[in-house]
């Protein structure tokens, strides 16, 4: 695998489910991010993670739990969503070194809350 | 605050026309600016990007250049191809995240 992979590419559920998406990157990077990608709307920055500590909730609710268990690996647990947070949701990552870190993306996951 | 604007769109164009989508920013400080591309079913790539002011960056025919004076990072691209057709994303650094603008669709057909 090379780059930032997501699991699963699509995922329908309904609002008393709980599941998790998983992002994985092979890059080498230190930061890790999820964002959400709804239609008509710019990306919205949910979650920053830098060396595996949070150091940027953008006011998610609580909803949306992240976890980032090493450097390689971010997860977002999800639990009793509501239709609105149907949306693409995209993880990325990149190496923080001081300069401009250029944010390499997965493919996204595809959720629809029922 | 910090915030990106892009042209509304679609876009849509006969291949080999000339291209401008226009972007403008908002920005305290001297951020980084970005074109992602977005081709569908897929994720977002990094196009270019320029980190000082008069900064052109170039990829795959595609140019944006810094203009701190006019706040704008513009894309072009002088001959678009049918299969440049995407949505495309200007974004500015504030600190370690990225600002995103809308997002233009550009729709090139043969």
């Known amino acids: 695998e090379t780059g930032v992979t997501q699991t699963p590419r699509h995922l329908v559920m309904g609002m008393t489910n709980k599941k998790s998406l998983k992002c994985e990157q092979h890059?080498?990077?230190?930061?890790m991010y999820w964002y959400k990608q709804s239609a008509k709307k710019p990306l919205e920055l949910m979650f920053v993670?830098?060396?595996?500590?949070?150091?940027e909730n953008n006011s998610v609710p609580s909803r949306f739990s992240p976890e980032c268990p090493n450097s390689s690996h971010l997860f977002l647990h999800l639990h009793t969503l509501q239709p609105e947070d149907s949306a693409l949701y995209l993880c990325?990552?990149?190496?923080?070194?001081?300069?401009?870190?250029?944010?390499?993306f997965g493919p996204g996951t595809r959720l629809t809350v029922l | 605050g910090n915030s990106v604007t892009q042209m509304e769109g679609p876009v849509t164009l006969s291949e080999e026309a000339f291209l401008t989508i226009n972007c403008t920013y908002t920005?305290?400080?001297?951020?980084?600016l970005f074109w992602y591309v977005q081709y569908p079913g897929e994720g977002l790539q990094l196009l270019l990007k320029a980190t000082k002011a008069d900064d052109k960056g170039s990829n795959k025919g595609f140019e944006a250049t810094y203009r701190k004076e006019t706040t704008s990072f513009h894309l072009e691209k002088g001959s678009v191809q049918v299969s440049d057709s995407a949505v495309y994303f200007c974004?500015?650094?504030?600190?370690?995240?990225?600002?995103f603008g809308k997002g233009t669709t550009l729709s090139v057909s043969s």
């Open positions: 920005a305290t400080g001297y951020p980084s």
């Open positions: 990325a990552s990149s190496q923080i070194s001081g300069g401009t870190d250029t944010q390499y």
């Open positions: 974004a500015l650094s504030r600190g370690t995240a990225l600002i």
């Open positions: 890059l080498g990077h230190n930061a």
């Open positions: 993670y830098n060396f595996k500590e949070q150091t």
